[in-house]
Structures are given as C-alpha cells and as structure tokens.
C-alpha cells in the first residue's frame, strides 16, 4: 500500500539529506528541491523553517533523541536519523504544528522511505519526545542550547564574554522573517519597485540602513519568481554586505578588480554604484562560480564587469595589474560565522583547524591586493565572520608589514547611514576606519569591513 505523505516535510527530508550527509548547501539544496516540487507558499515557507531549525538546533535535538533512544545515534539508518531530527524539531519549536501530527506525519515518511519496521521506531522515539515528562536540555549546558558545538560556542566566549555569546547565539537561532533585497538603482527606484512587488501580493518596507535595500515578506513565495527579479531590478542581499559598496564609495570611470568576486553581490553591486561606468575586473579561482558573476551582471543589465579566473593568493596574473586600480576589494574567504542564521550548516563543519588555516589565506590575498591599488586609490578588506582575528587582527597585522605606512585606515563615518553610527561604539570604530557588525546589535549579518587608503608618495 503506497502511503501519502506531506510534501513539504517530505522535500525537507531530502534537503537535510542532502545537508547532513553530502555536505550540500542549505541553501543552494533547498532552491533545487524546493522549486521542482509543486508546493504552496504556505508549504515551502514550512518546509524552509523546518530545514534551517533541524539544522540550526542539530546539537539539542541529537542530545534529547539521545535520551530516548536504545542505541548510538550513528547506528541508525541515515534518512531515519534524518526523519528522528526533524519530528524532533516540530516537537519542541514548531509550536503550531499539533503533536499528533509531527508524529503521524514522520512516521508515514518512515514508511515512505524506509520499512515498518523502522516507522516503529519512529513513532516510540518521538511518542516520548511528545509526552508530559519528555526530556529537556540540561541548564548547565549553554552551547547544547544555542545550537553549536562547545568549540564553536567556547570561542564565541572567548571573543566576547558569556553573556553577549549567548545574545549572539540566540539572534543566530530566530527566524529570518523577512528577506532582504537590494534595488538596483542604477535602472529603476525604490518605488516602482515596492509598486511591482505590490502587485504581486509582496509586502516590503525600507531596510534598516540602506537607501537601496527593501525587506520583503515573502512567506514561502521565490524570490526568483518575482517580477522585479526576473527583469533585474532587485538582488537578494543583505545590509551589512550592501554596506562594502558604501564604505568603498566608488566613483564612475573607476578602475576596480575585485579579488574574490563570486557570486558577484558586491561587484554588481559595486557597478550599480558607479552607474555601469568604469572597468570592473571580477576574479575568482572557480570558473563555474564565476559564471554567477557573469549571469548577475547580464541579469542586472551591467555591461562594465569582465571576469577572469585567477588565484588571489597567487602573484602569476597580477604584473600587468600592479598599482593600476582605483579601488580593489578583497572579501576574503572566511569562517562566515556572521551567517549561522542564514548558513546553518556552518556549524557543523566549522572547526578551530579550519579557521587557523583560513588566517595566512587571508593575510596572503591582502599583500597581493595591496600591490594593486594604485597611489592615492583605496583597498577595502571585508569577512561575514565575528572572530576578531580574521578581522581587525588581521588589519593590524597587514598594517605592521607596510614599511613606511603605504596604506593608512581612513574613517568611514561619511560613508555611513546616519542611523548605524548611533550604536557609539561602531562609531568610534568607524572614525578610525572599520566596523565589525554584529547580528544581535545591528539586526544584518555579523560582517567586518575596513577602509584603507594607499598613500600618495610611499
């Protein structure tokens, strides 16, 4: 007998599938399952909050499967581990979702993509999980409750004390309600925009801090179904990323290379900002990635970037490009803990290794970028993490090997929306030329970008 399961628990099995055991991208795996399948607004925005909660609290929920189950956790077959997490996540976060129905419904996916025999399973693990005296999370167990690893949460700690790792924690746990969008003002306003979303039943309002930036409540629409998308009005971005274009302040007729460009938020946007009149030159190490680039650019209808496959830590492409640009940026790859909410899946493969090896990278792909800004130009350093090393540690450091001080912070106060710097220790920071945004202070991504200007006679 074929057994009807929900479809939209059913594609958030396969996502997590794909996450927990292949290594995918939530985000990227969530696109591809969820737009194949004919699901309702409703049912993908269901699907989407039971993904990143299953993967946001996978430490919890393993810890209370741990308790009612008789054996490891890796002993069990892989989907029905997948199955267990996810009915465990409707049990103690999805609070609309009945009980009886996080039961029933993961049972039936048992029986879908297993036996009868493991759907028993399933129904005792999570009957108990549902009962009166189910069991709960030890309080002496912070990092259990904030979803992350103790390495990862001992970090956190370390960079910013107990209390404040918790509030960073718990904003990484919250939903993100709302997505925000970039309009591409280089084609079109703020308005016609809100006017085309309206129509198509899109709620918006301005972002925080940008000019350019809306928040949409899509509740379970895509994005890439969007009128305003298809025809190259709006880029899925959030403020504290818009925020690069800003402090960079690009003029038109520039000369940019954007050392790590794909896939290409910064650099269209970048481009918008100079009103498509200039030399963008967009590298990157992966090819295919790169056409990303190339598919927003065509999409935005930017015709000043070109891109080329290089190696930023490399200096074999770069003789011919030394001292030569206006503006070069230099987003680095990072450990993206400012996107945990966003990026769930970086709490599990994030470790102390990964990020101690990230940091010389890092310092590698600043002294090239260095070389090829021109006297006078400007060289922007950014990360979408919050560890003080990758950041404004790895500035300081960059700035001890300059002899004779060749680049220098420049403040970036002018740069910014009036209502950030009200937060007066970003703006003290932001006087000497850097911000390190944070998502339970500022409500963006946690991000870090610095400003500094190549002198003139070095």
Request: glycine share 6%.
């Amino acid at each position: 007998m074929t057994v009807a399961v929900d479809g939209a628990r059913l594609a958030a099995v396969r996502v997590l599938q794909d996450v927990l055991e292949q290594g995918a991208y939530a985000n990227l795996s969530s696109i591809r399952q969820l737009d194949q399948r004919n699901l309702t607004a409703r049912d993908r925005a269901f699907a989407s909050a039971l993904i990143y909660g299953t993967i946001s609290y996978l430490p919890a929920l393993d810890y209370l499967l741990g308790r009612v189950l008789d054996r490891p956790l890796e002993k069990l077959d892989p989907v029905i581990l997948t199955i267990l997490r996810a009915g465990a996540w409707q049990l103690y976060h999805a609070h609309a979702v009945p009980p009886s129905a996080a039961v029933n419904e993961s049972v039936k996916l048992a029986q879908h993509l297993a036996n009868p025999g493991a759907a028993k399973l399933v129904n005792a693990c999570l009957r108990r999980l549902a009962a009166p005296d189910r069991p709960v999370l030890p309080v002496n167990k912070p990092a259990l409750a904030a979803g992350l690893s103790n390495e990862l949460f001992g970090y956190l700690k370390k960079w910013y004390g107990l209390e404040e790792a918790m509030s960073l924690a718990t904003a990484a746990l919250e939903n993100l309600a709302t997505t925000t969008v970039r309009v591409n003002l280089h084609r079109t306003t703020v308005h016609s925009v809100q006017e085309s979303l309206a129509r198509e039943g899109i709620e918006s309002e301005p972002g925080l801090y940008c000019p350019e930036a809306l928040r949409l409540d899509l509740n379970g629409h895509s994005i890439r179904s969007l009128a305003a998308f298809q025809e190259g009005l709006i880029t899925a971005q959030d403020e504290a990323a818009m925020l690069v274009a800003h402090i960079a302040d690009p003029k038109p007729g520039w000369r940019v290379i954007d050392l790590c460009a794909a896939p290409g938020g910064k650099t269209t946007h970048v481009a918008e900002t100079m009103n498509d009149q200039g030399q963008i030159l967009a590298l990157d190490l992966s090819a295919a990635r790169l056409a990303l680039v190339d598919d927003q650019a065509n999409r935005l209808g930017l015709n000043a970037i070109r891109t080329a496959v290089a190696d930023a830590t490399a200096t074999d492409w770069t003789h011919d490009l030394i001292g030569q640009a206006d503006l070069v940026l230099a987003d680095v790859p990072c450990s993206g803990l400012g996107l945990l909410a966003r990026k769930p899946e970086i709490r599990l493969t994030m470790t102390h290794e990964k990020i101690t090896g990230l940091i010389p990278l890092q310092h590698q792909i600043l002294l090239n970028a260095a070389t090829l800004v021109r006297p006078g130009g400007v060289l922007v350093y950014s990360t979408c993490t919050i560890n003080p090393d990758e950041n404004i540690r790895q500035v300081e450091q960059f700035l001890a090997t300059q002899q004779g001080k060749t680049f220098q912070l420049e403040t970036i106060v002018p740069s910014l929306p009036e209502p950030l710097l009200k937060d007066p220790k970003l703006a003290l920071s932001a006087a000497d030329g850097w911000i390190q945004l944070l998502p339970h202070r500022h409500h963006t991504d946690g991000f870090f970008m610095a400003r500094l200007r190549r002198q003139l006679s070095d």
